[in-house]
C-alpha cells in the first residue's frame, strides 16, 4: 500500500488471537508436571529441552522488571510456549512435525505423546480452528502452559494492509463512558454507500452487585445490626441470619469476582461481533477500515466503564491488525450537526436515545448515529488531502 497514513495505527505489526483450551481437572496435574520437568531440565522428550532457554530468558526478565519496580516477592513463573502440530479433518498435516504438541481435528484432541496427555476439545474451538488455519497468510500458532497446568493456544497473523479501493467496508465505533459503544457499518462501492448495520453495545449493569458488594465488605469490616438489615433487603433472611464477618468477605469476594468475569465475557462479545463484520467483508473482496472516537483519558479516569472501555479498544486494535484491517483513532462529536456543521442542543432523551436538534437548520439526529456519521467524514477529509493515487479519489466519491 506505501507508506501508511498518519492515522492508521500499529501498521505492519502482528496481531493476536488467544484461544481458551479447556482441561479436565485429572489431566490439569500431569501437565503441572510437564511444566515442572521441562522448566528443570529433565523432560521425557528431547524436543521439550528446547524451549528451556527461551523459558529461562522470560524468567529473568520477569525478575529483572520487579527489581526495578521495587518489589520483593517472588513473581509468577512465566508460561512455557510450545510448537504445535495440526492435523486438519482430511488428513493434512500443518506446523512444524517435530512439534511436541497435536491437535488433531479430526479426532478432536490435543495430544502431548510423550506425557500421554489427551485433552478433547470442544466442538466451538474445533470449527474456530479449522476456520483459522483457512486464513491466508496462515496464522501462526503456540501452545502457552502455566505452571498450574493451564493450557492457551496463541495464534499470531501479520496480513498485508488492505488497498483502499471500493469495496470498502467502514465501521464507525463511538465510545461512550456511560453507555459503551455505537458501531455503525457503512459500505461503499462504485454505486454510492449504504448504512448496512447501527447498534448499540452496552456492559453490563453492575449498580445492584457493587452496592451488594460494598455492604458485604462493609458488614466483614464492622459488623452491626444496621449493615445486617440492610442486606436483608439485597439477599434475603436466610442467607444473612447466620451470615459472619469472615462468610461476607468471602460473598465480597466472589461479587468482585462475578463483575470482573461479566466484564470479560462483554469484551469477548465486543470484540467477536466486530472481527465478524470483518471477515464478512473480506470474504467478498472489501477492504475494512475500523474508526474509533476515543473517549478522552481524563473524561474517562474515574467513571464505572474505564476499564472495560480501554480494554475494548485495546483488543479491538490488536484485532485489526490480525484480521488486515486499518485502525484509526479520531475524535468526533455527536453534538455537531451532520448537515451544517454547527453545534445543536439535546432536544429530548430516552433511556436509549439522546436525540439533538440543530437550531439553525432545524434538522433533528439521534447523537450516536450523528457521531458515527461525523467520524466518517472527518477521516475522508482528511483523506482527501493525501496526495497518493486513488485515495483522494476514493475519499472524494465517498463525501459526495
Same mark, same amino acid.
Given at each position: 500500500?506505501?507508506?501508511?497514513?498518519?492515522?492508521?495505527?500499529?501498521?505492519?505489526?502482528?496481531?493476536?488471537?488467544?484461544?481458551?483450551?479447556? @482441561?479436565?481437572?485429572? *489431566?490439569?496435574?500431569?501437565?503441572?508436571?510437564?511444566? =515442572?520437568?521441562? *522448566?528443570?531440565?529433565?523432560?521425557?522428550?528431547?524436543?521439550?529441552?528446547?524451549?528451556?532457554?527461551?523459558?529461562?530468558?522470560?524468567?529473568?526478565?520477569?525478575?529483572?522488571?520487579? @527489581?526495578?519496580?521495587? #518489589?520483593?516477592?517472588?513473581?509468577?513463573?512465566?508460561?512455557?510456549?510450545?510448537?504445535?502440530?495440526?492435523?486438519?479433518?482430511?488428513?493434512?498435516?500443518?506446523?512444524?512435525?517435530?512439534?511436541?504438541?497435536?491437535?488433531?481435528?479430526? %479426532?478432536?484432541?490435543?495430544?502431548?505423546?510423550?506425557?500421554?496427555?489427551?485433552?478433547?476439545?470442544?466442538?466451538?474451538?474445533?470449527?474456530?480452528?479449522?476456520?483459522?488455519?483457512?486464513?491466508?497468510?496462515?496464522?501462526? /500458532?503456540?501452545?502457552?502452559?502455566?505452571?498450574?497446568?493451564?493450557?492457551?493456544?496463541?495464534?499470531?497473523?501479520?496480513?498485508?494492509?488492505?488497498?483502499?479501493? *471500493?469495496?470498502?467496508?467502514?465501521?464507525?465505533?463511538?465510545?461512550?463512558?456511560?453507555?459503551?459503544?455505537?458501531?455503525?457499518?457503512?459500505?461503499?462501492?462504485?454505486?454510492?454507500?449504504?448504512?448496512?448495520?447501527?447498534?448499540? &453495545?452496552?456492559?453490563?449493569?453492575?449498580?445492584?452487585?457493587?452496592?451488594?458488594?460494598?455492604?458485604?465488605?462493609?458488614?466483614?469490616?464492622?459488623?452491626?445490626?444496621? #449493615?445486617?438489615?440492610?442486606?436483608?433487603?439485597?439477599?434475603?433472611?436466610?442467607?444473612?441470619?447466620? &451470615?459472619?464477618?469472615?462468610?461476607?468477605?468471602?460473598?465480597?469476594?466472589?461479587?468482585? %469476582?462475578?463483575?470482573?468475569?461479566?466484564?470479560?465475557?462483554?469484551?469477548?462479545?465486543?470484540?467477536? =461481533?466486530?472481527?465478524?463484520?470483518?471477515?464478512?467483508?473480506?470474504?467478498?473482496?472489501?477492504?475494512?477500515?475500523?474508526?474509533?472516537?476515543?473517549?478522552?483519558?481524563? *473524561?474517562?479516569?474515574?467513571?464505572?466503564?474505564?476499564?472495560?472501555?480501554?480494554?475494548?479498544?485495546?483488543?479491538?486494535?490488536?484485532?485489526?491488525?490480525?484480521?488486515?484491517?486499518? /485502525?484509526? %483513532?479520531?475524535?468526533?462529536?455527536?453534538?455537531?450537526?451532520?448537515?451544517?456543521?454547527?453545534?445543536?442542543?439535546?432536544?429530548? =432523551?430516552?433511556?436509549?436515545?439522546?436525540?439533538?436538534?440543530?437550531?439553525?437548520?432545524?434538522?433533528?439526529?439521534?447523537?450516536? #448515529?450523528?457521531?458515527?456519521?461525523?467520524?466518517?467524514? #472527518?477521516?475522508?477529509?482528511?483523506?482527501?488531502?493525501?496526495?497518493?493515487?486513488?485515495?483522494?479519489?476514493?475519499?472524494?466519491?465517498?463525501?459526495?
Amino acid at each position: 500500500m506505501g507508506r501508511s497514513h498518519p492515522l492508521e495505527e500499529g501498521a505492519g505489526e502482528p496481531g493476536f488471537r488467544v484461544f481458551r483450551v479447556r @482441561v479436565p481437572s485429572a *489431566t490439569r496435574e500431569a501437565l503441572a508436571k510437564l511444566y =515442572r520437568d521441562a *522448566t528443570a531440565g529433565r523432560a521425557r522428550s528431547k524436543m521439550l529441552h528446547y524451549y528451556l532457554e527461551e523459558w529461562e530468558n522470560a524468567l529473568r526478565e520477569v525478575l529483572e522488571a520487579r @527489581v526495578r519496580a521495587g #518489589k520483593r516477592t517472588p513473581p509468577r513463573p512465566p508460561p512455557l510456549f510450545l510448537l504445535v502440530r495440526f492435523i486438519m479433518p482430511d488428513g493434512e498435516e500443518r506446523g512444524n512435525k517435530n512439534a511436541p504438541c497435536v491437535i488433531d481435528l479430526r %479426532k478432536r484432541e490435543l495430544r502431548i505423546p510423550s506425557y500421554g496427555i489427551k485433552i478433547p476439545l470442544r466442538p466451538s474451538l474445533i470449527r474456530a480452528l479449522i476456520e483459522e488455519n483457512g486464513l491466508e497468510p496462515r496464522s501462526e /500458532f503456540v501452545l502457552q502452559l502455566t505452571s498450574r497446568g493451564k493450557l492457551r493456544l496463541v495464534a499470531k497473523r501479520t496480513p498485508p494492509l488492505p488497498q483502499l479501493s *471500493t469495496p470498502l467496508r467502514v465501521i464507525a465505533i463511538d465510545e461512550n463512558s456511560a453507555h459503551g459503544f455505537a458501531l455503525a457499518v457503512i459500505d461503499f462501492d462504485d454505486r454510492g454507500c449504504r448504512l448496512a448495520l447501527f447498534e448499540k &453495545l452496552r456492559p453490563p449493569n453492575h449498580g445492584r452487585r457493587r452496592q451488594l458488594a460494598a455492604l458485604l465488605q462493609g458488614f466483614a469490616d464492622a459488623p452491626s445490626e444496621e #449493615k445486617r438489615a440492610q442486606l436483608y433487603q439485597l439477599l434475603g433472611q436466610e442467607l444473612v441470619k447466620a &451470615l459472619t464477618p469472615e462468610r461476607a468477605r468471602e460473598l465480597a469476594r466472589q461479587t468482585r %469476582k462475578k463483575e470482573r468475569r461479566l466484564n470479560d465475557a462483554f469484551v469477548r462479545r465486543f470484540a467477536a =461481533r466486530v472481527r465478524g463484520l470483518v471477515r464478512e467483508a473480506r470474504s467478498r473482496g472489501a477492504s475494512v477500515i475500523v474508526l474509533v472516537d476515543p473517549i478522552d483519558s481524563e *473524561t474517562l479516569r474515574g467513571t464505572e466503564l474505564q476499564g472495560t472501555l480501554l480494554r475494548a479498544r485495546r483488543a479491538l486494535e490488536n484485532l485489526c491488525r490480525y484480521e488486515g484491517a486499518l /485502525f484509526v %483513532k479520531l475524535r468526533a462529536s455527536g453534538r455537531q450537526c451532520p448537515l451544517c456543521g454547527s453545534e445543536g442542543a439535546e432536544a429530548w =432523551r430516552t433511556r436509549r436515545s439522546r436525540v439533538y436538534k440543530c437550531w439553525r437548520c432545524g434538522v433533528m439526529w439521534d447523537r450516536d #448515529k450523528g457521531a458515527a456519521f461525523n467520524l466518517v467524514t #472527518k477521516y475522508f477529509e482528511r483523506m482527501r488531502k493525501e496526495e497518493r493515487d486513488g485515495i483522494s479519489a476514493l475519499a472524494e466519491r465517498a463525501l459526495a
